[in-house]
């Protein structure tokens, strides 16, 4: 019998209503002869509200009392869950991270996933139970509770999934799947049916928010089949998987766009060997995640170095680049947090020059400056004042046709197969 | 060094302000020279909103699930507290029932302790942090969460307090200790500063809220001495333990009411032996709870059997009292929920013939009629209509001076000591 992770955001079990709504969708997966391992993220803005809560008593509250506090969220959510589907008949059983032999590391607040042991999820389901299990949440190798961080439902299903072996891993979410472009941004936007691994992870990379870069990492490294569909509509979503004969066809997936970042400049950096590690070691210490990097050709012994990073990490970064800038007798520090970043996936695209110039080509004709760019196999990614995104992310859609599907010919290399691109979904807790 | 388990009640940690104080106290006492444990209940309203969350999906949630739902509460209420002593410069590690070694039956919502093994709770304290549990809830030996039920987090402060050899376990409440009745009924109702825990026990059972009979109980069969102590004073309170030389003193010590049980009535019951235990042995199997029987003397081979039992056992009783209508062949049941029950209670009674006349006439004296008498040996209960019931308390009270301490002269065994009585305490959860 098939067996189907499906993994419920906070958006989708919002209240009760919804809840009893996610029930008979589950029950009615089971009824169509399958067995089913639910994972639930926290009702939606309980977290906020217990993060409001913590806020009120400390300012930096203690990460492990933080991990016990947020994880009564998905606690709430799964034991309503397994009520409405005992009330439909289903006979459910919920579990927390713990209780379902989620291990992580004791990194509290972002914690890893070490093991996935399942033992009680497996004792269910051959019981021909609905395991509901609580997503974000595991133990740690020193028995505290833990969290995932960012994305980590979708990270604790994934990996559910894969010590499940599971034939598909359902995300379900508030979007109806992958799309070529923001649908918000670009309303001729098209729905996928299926992106590779590679192009998903290229997609999370560029802002595409509906998967964490990391599910779709750990799905990878597992073989787990994605499938990221809409629980409002409940229609076929996004498939992300292995490269199929369908997305062999495609160059071009899609346009993902992010305007969280800021980008830094180091001036007037000393030209010599050795720089770059001087410079990017003490961020990487001090936890700060650099996105693109660009040093420009030197100059009388002299150079500038670029690069982006969550403008998050920017209060974290600053003390550190003025220590830097003494250390190695830089200029000055310049940052910059109005831009954005515009990102072109597709898998094809190694094996057909001339995708890039089209992308600087479409920008030039929308009189949008490029300031940094970025390559990748299968990714163009350029830097863009912030304002100018929403334009940029248009006629470079426009101008790949994003929104027909195209059917490649290898000698005409110049028709290029539209595919992903993605919306920003909900909590990615 | 000593070491204090300290109980807070959900109107304890009503809000982020209220934590902050607990956590003061908290600190103040460990800083006093002490080594603390504090028992957590759910923050106020919490418990209600999970419940009316679950009433949203389930007419009938299953227990495993709700005890699952519910332990979300105190999960919040422990790491808010233990962020807010971390604030303060205390160093604070909270535990789930589990972590601290709470092992239970598998009685989902009314589930006993069977052990505390409290190896991490030790560990902490032998480090000098402070150790915050979650009241009310265990692991069950199936390794399922549980629930304590009604007097749960009581039940969790004494328990641990046994387990860890406390030198005394704090109860903090909204109630500033036990007292000779209840103040909202007799405003010149005074605070204890003693009572035994037999008294204590007698109290409980005649409807004292301020401690749940099985908390008094557990702490009697481990010795634990009990402090009940008002939060928002900080005074000291009323202690129960041992009866000392205070106590034996007393004759009386206070007066209990409850409103909360309803009589009923099996009239014509044939008179031969047997009879009883065809009554109340079902009832038993059902789990209802009865409290007073009373069989009236038999009159032509027929007999009357009357009984107190809580309202809200009452819906489970009346099916299984009408199929042994049936069996015994009786005439009829009658059901009334507008009693109340009056109890006196005072460990000095039993060498003091006298009191439970002086009780009745009292009543006698202000038109009250008594329907159900119950003594034990340091308690006199008598069931009265309920609209009765204060005015009841009252001329008890005034009858034995209730509200002035007076010391008991062996020859003048007229002069009555009074001692305790208990007002309803906030959520006994």
């Not at 831009?339 to 190694?350: D, N, P, Q, T």
Request: proline fraction near 3%.
């Amino acid at each position: 019998m098939p067996l189907i992770v499906q993994k419920y955001g906070g958006t989708s079990v919002g209240d009760a209503e919804q809840i009893k709504r996610v029930a008979e969708r589950v029950v009615a997966t089971q009824a169509a002869g399958n067995k089913v391992c639910v994972v639930v993220s926290a009702m939606g803005h309980t977290t906020d509200a217990l993060v409001e809560l913590a806020s009120q008593i400390s300012a930096v509250p203690d990460s492990r009392e933080m991990d016990m506090l947020l994880t009564a969220g998905e606690r709430i959510s799964m034991a309503l869950l397994s009520m409405a589907i005992n009330e439909l008949g289903g006979r459910a059983i919920s579990f927390t991270g713990s209780q379902a032999g989620i291990v992580t590391d004791t990194s509290h607040g972002r914690a890893k996933i070490i093991e996935v042991k399942a033992d009680r999820v497996r004792e269910a389901l051959a019981e021909d139970r609905i395991a509901i299990v609580a997503g974000f949440q595991g133990v740690s190798t020193a028995f505290d509770v833990t969290t995932l961080g960012r994305g980590g439902s979708d990270a604790s299903a994934v990996a559910l999934a894969a010590a499940l072996d599971a034939d598909a891993c359902e995300i379900w979410t508030d979007v109806e799947g992958v799309f070529t472009a923001d649908p918000q941004v670009v309303p001729e936007a098209r729905k996928l049916h299926a992106v590779s691994y590679e192009e998903m992870l290229e997609m999370a990379a560029g802002g595409a928010g509906v998967l964490m870069l990391r599910s779709v990492e750990y799905a990878r490294n597992y073989g787990v089949k994605l499938h990221v569909r809409s629980t409002f509509t409940g229609a076929e979503g996004t498939w992300i998987t292995e490269e199929d004969e369908r997305m062999e066809q495609a160059i071009i997936s899609g346009i993902a766009h992010d305007v969280s970042e800021a980008k830094v400049t180091v001036k007037g950096v000393p030209d010599h060997p050795g720089v770059a590690s001087r410079v990017f070691r003490p961020l990487a210490d001090e936890g700060v995640n650099i996105d693109m990097i660009v040093q420009n050709v030197s100059d009388d012994g002299k150079t500038d170095i670029s690069f982006t990073l969550p403008k998050a990490d920017l209060p974290r970064a600053l003390p550190v680049l003025e220590q830097i800038r003494g250390n190695i007798g830089a200029e000055e520090i310049r940052t910059d947090d109005e831009i954005a970043k515009v990102s072109l996936v597709g898998a094809g695209m190694k094996s057909h020059p001339g995708v890039a110039a089209d992308m600087f080509d479409a920008l030039a004709g929308a009189n949008i400056n490029i300031e940094i760019i970025s390559t990748s196999s299968i990714r163009v990614s350029c830097v863009i004042r912030a304002f100018e995104v929403e334009r940029a992310v248009k006629v470079i859609h426009d101008r790949f046709q994003l929104s027909t599907e195209v059917i490649f010919r290898e000698s005409h290399p110049e028709t290029l197969t539209p595919k992903l691109k993605v919306v920003r979904a909900e909590d990615d807790r």
